[in-house]
C-alpha cells in the first residue's frame, strides 16, 4: 500500500485536476468561430467546462490547472471572471495555462499528453500525489474522489473513466477492451468494430477522457513519450496504450461515480459536439423531468454570476401577451408580449412583441425582432433577429440562409444574417 495513501482521509486532498480545454470543437461549426468548444455556453447561463470544473470542486479537489490553446480568449475571460475565488493561503490553486511556447519557441501543445507536459515544472511546484486528468467539454456530474479511491486500492498505474455505449455507437470514440475485473488489455482509438464487455457484448467501455495518474508515474511517461519521435503525444493514441502494454490499467466506470439527485434516474453524460447533440441536451433540460438536474444544491454546477436584473414578461392582450411555457428564461431576459415555448433562452435576451420562439436555444445577449417566428434554431450571442423573420418553416429556404443540420436545426449567427443584409 502507498504510504500516501489513507483509507479514511479524502486523496482529493493531495490530487489536481489538470483539465485540457484546448480544442476547438468544429463539428459545432460557427459556434466555434470565435471561442473553444469549452468556452460555448449550455444551459442558460453556464460554459461546458464548468461541469469538469464544478465536479472537481465539488469533489474537495482544490488545485486546478486550465490547458488552453484555440481562441481562447472567451475562455480565459469566464474562468478569471467566474472561477478567480481561489486562495493560496488555503492551500488553493487555480492556474490557467495557455499554449506559450515554454518548451520550444517553434511548438504549441501538440496534442493532449504534450499540454501536460510543457507544465511539468508548475505542476511540480506544487507537489501533488495524483494528478486527474480532465477533458473540459462533455456535460455530467461525477465525484471524482470515488474513482480516485478506486485507482489507489487497485494500485493502477492509470485508471481510465469509462461509460457504457451499445457497441456499434463507440466507433468515434477511444474504446477499451477489459476482463472480467475491469483491467485493460486493449485501448482502441475509434475502432470500426469496438470490443464489447465481458458478459456484455452488445455494449462497449468508451474513454471519457479522464484519467488518474500518481504524479511521478505520470511525469516519467510524460517525459518517455516527449522523446518518442513517433509519437503523437495524445493519451488516448500513445500514453495509454503504452500503459495498458506495459503496465496495470483499470477501467473506472461512471455509473460507480456519477452523482444523481432524487430526480435523476439513469448516469447522465453527454459529449455536445455537434450542432444537434448541443441543441437536444439544452432543449432536454425543459422537460418536466430532465435527465440533468441543474437544480441540484448538493452538486451545484459553479459559473460567473453575471449582475442582471430578473426576467420580466410584460403585455396582456390578446395576440401580444409576454409568455414563456416549458421554458427557461435566464436572468436580464424581456419576453415584451411574444411567446416562449420549449426554449432555453441565455442571459440578457430580448423577444419583441408577436413574435414566437419554439424548440430553440438562444445563447446570451439576443435580439429577436418583432413578428419573427423562430422554431428548431441555435441562435448564437448577440445575434439581432430581423422583425419578420421566419426560421424553421422551410428547409430548402432555411438551408440558403443559415446553417442547417440533417436533423433539421438551424444555427443562426450575426455574420449569416449580415450577409442577407449585405
Known amino acids: 500500500m502507498n504510504q500516501r495513501y489513507n483509507s479514511h482521509a479524502p486523496i482529493a486532498r493531495t490530487t489536481m485536476a489538470y483539465v485540457l480545454a484546448g480544442g476547438r470543437g468544429s463539428r459545432l461549426m460557427e459556434l466555434t468561430d470565435i471561442r473553444a468548444k469549452p468556452a460555448v455556453y449550455f444551459g442558460g447561463k453556464s460554459r461546458i467546462i464548468d461541469f469538469a470544473l464544478s ?17 481562447a480568449h472567451s475562455l480565459i475571460r469566464h474562468l478569471q471572471r467566474g472561477w478567480n475565488f481561489f486562495r493560496p493561503e488555503r492551500n488553493e490553486s487555480f492556474d490557467i495555462l495557455p499554449a ?25 511546484s506544487y507537489a501533488p500525489h495524483y494528478i486527474l486528468v480532465l477533458a473540459g467539454d462533455h456535460i455530467y456530474k461525477m465525484d471524482y474522489e470515488l474513482m480516485l479511491r478506486q485507482h489507489c486500492e487497485q494500485k493502477a498505474d492509470v485508471t481510465v473513466g469509462c461509460i457504457e455505449v451499445p457497441r456499434m455507437e463507440a466507433t468515434g470514440f477511444g474504446v477499451m477492451a477489459v476482463d472480467g475485473a475491469d483491467r485493460i488489455t486493449s485501448f482502441l482509438e475509434k475502432p470500426a468494430d469496438p ?10 467501455l468508451a474513454s471519457m477522457g479522464i484519467y488518474v495518474f500518481e504524479t511521478d508515474f505520470l511525469m516519467h511517461q510524460l517525459r518517455r513519450d516527449a ?38 434516474k439513469t ?19 425543459t422537460d418536466f423531468i430532465p435527465g440533468l438536474d441543474m437544480y441540484d444544491q448538493d452538486w451545484p454546477v459553479w459559473t460567473f454570476g453575471e449582475v442582471v436584473p430578473p426576467a420580466k414578461f410584460i403585455h396582456d392582450e390578446d395576440g401580444r401577451r409576454g ?8 436572468g436580464g431576459c424581456i419576453i415584451s408580449g411574444a411567446s416562449v415555448r ?12 408577436y413574435a414566437s420562439v419554439e424548440a430553440a436555444v438562444v445563447l446570451p445577449r439576443v435580439e429577436i425582432g418583432r413578428h419573427a417566428r423562430l422554431k428548431n434554431v441555435v441562435v448564437d450571442r448577440g445575434a439581432r433577429i430581423p422583425p419578420g423573420m421566419v426560421v424553421g418553416e422551410d428547409p430548402e429556404h432555411d438551408a440558403a440562409r443559415f446553417r442547417r443540420t440533417e436533423r433539421g436545426i438551424c444555427l443562426i449567427t450575426q455574420p449569416m444574417l449580415d450577409r442577407l443584409q449585405a
Open 195 to 204: 470490443p464489447g464487455i465481458p458478459n456484455e457484448p452488445e455494449l462497449a
Open 100 to 124: 506559450s511556447q515554454r518548451v520550444s519557441e517553434a511548438q504549441w501543445y501538440s496534442g493532449t499528453a504534450d499540454a501536460v507536459y510543457q507544465n511539468i515544472d508548475i505542476i511540480d
Open 55 to 71: 465536479n472537481a470542486l465539488n469533489s474537495g479537489i482544490h488545485r486546478i490547472g486550465v490547458a488552453t490553446q484555440y481562441k
Open 342 to 353: 420549449r426554449s432555453l433562452l441565455s442571459t440578457g435576451c430580448h423577444v419583441h412583441s
Open 323 to 330: 409568455q414563456a411555457i416549458s421554458s427557461l428564461v435566464s
Open 227 to 264: 522523446a518518442t519521435a513517433s509519437s503523437s503525444h495524445d493519451f488516448g493514441k500513445d500514453v495509454i496504450p503504452y500503459i495498458v502494454q506495459h503496465g496495470k490499467a483499470v477501467a473506472h466506470r461512471f455509473t460507480r461515480s456519477c452523482v444523481r439527485s432524487s430526480s435523476e
Open 267 to 285: 448516469a447522465y453524460w453527454r459529449d455536445v459536439g455537434t450542432v444537434d447533440a448541443y441543441w437536444e441536451a439544452n432543449i432536454d433540460l
